[in-house]
T-cell receptor
Framework: SQQGEEDPQALSIQEGENATMNCSYK?????LQWYRQNSGRGLVHLIL???NEREKHSGRLRVTLDTSKKSSSLLITASRAADTASYFC???????????WGAGTKLIIKP | SQTIHQWPATLVQPVGSPLSLECTVE??????LYWYRQAAGRGLQLLFY??????ISSEVPQNLSASRPQDRQFILSSKKLLLSDSGFYLC?????????FGQGTRLTVV
């Protein structure tokens, strides 16, 4: 089953612009994670934000979490062509450490 | 450091043939292990997960099965592949805070 829903499904921007992707979920969570997937490869963990956190930074990444709206956003600042990838959010589901995945946002950075 | 190996990277198999995809983990013990399938341009569909040797939970009834013969080995199998089994298969292990993925296997059933 999938809990997270990312939007937009696809996003195409010019290099140097900021890219914002959103994720909504349905049930209460302990944490929310963002992952990146280059075409035809496995997913790579980007950042985790806990339910008691509202904002977190890692390099050019900024993640926000609004538990009242059950939503999160991932902002990539000063985008680069190498940021082209699909981005997924995932939320924890139960004590067996199952993650519930969204369908992803495909980000294309035009040089 | 933890490492996860998944092979092969690509596989073309005829309909009705068997399948065996293998995944091994290094650098951690008693990991939670997962097999996912990903359709083109879509999210991850959890197929199986395992919290210990011989303990397999199936999320989706299908033509596939999984086994965990050793603590850090997870195998995805099929006795007879269907065309609909084509896809991108990902093995992963996770702790409380992060999932670690293999590089994936692109399976094409012809």
């Amino acid at each position: 089953s999938q809990q997270g829903e990312e939007d937009p499904q696809a996003l195409s921007i010019q290099e140097g612009e900021n890219a914002t992707m959103n994720c909504s979920y349905k049930t209460s969570i302990n944490n929310l994670q963002w992952y990146r997937q280059n075409s035809g490869r496995g997913l790579v963990h980007l950042i985790l934000i806990r339910s008691n956190e509202r904002e977190k930074h890692s390099g050019r990444l900024r993640v926000t979490l609004d538990t009242s709206k059950k939503s999160s956003s991932l902002l990539i600042t000063a985008s680069r062509a190498a940021d082209t990838a699909s981005y997924f959010c995932a939320t924890d589901a139960d004590s067996n450490y199952q993650l519930i995945w969204g369908a992803g946002t495909k980000l294309i950075i035009k040089p | 450091s933890q490492t996860i190996h998944q092979w092969p990277a690509t596989l073309v198999q005829p309909v009705g043939s068997p399948l065996s995809l293998e995944c091994t983990v290094e650098g951690t013990s008693n990991p939670n292990l997962y097999w996912y399938r990903q359709a083109a341009g879509r999210g991850l569909q959890l197929l199986f997960y395992s919290v210990g040797i011989g303990q397999i939970s199936s999320e989706v009834p299908q033509n596939l099965s999984a086994s965990r013969p050793q603590d850090r080995q997870f195998i995805l199998s099929s006795k007879k592949l269907l065309l609909s089994d084509s896809g991108f298969y990902l093995c992963a292990w996770s702790d409380v805070t992060e999932a670690f993925f293999g590089q994936g296997t692109r399976l094409t059933v012809v």
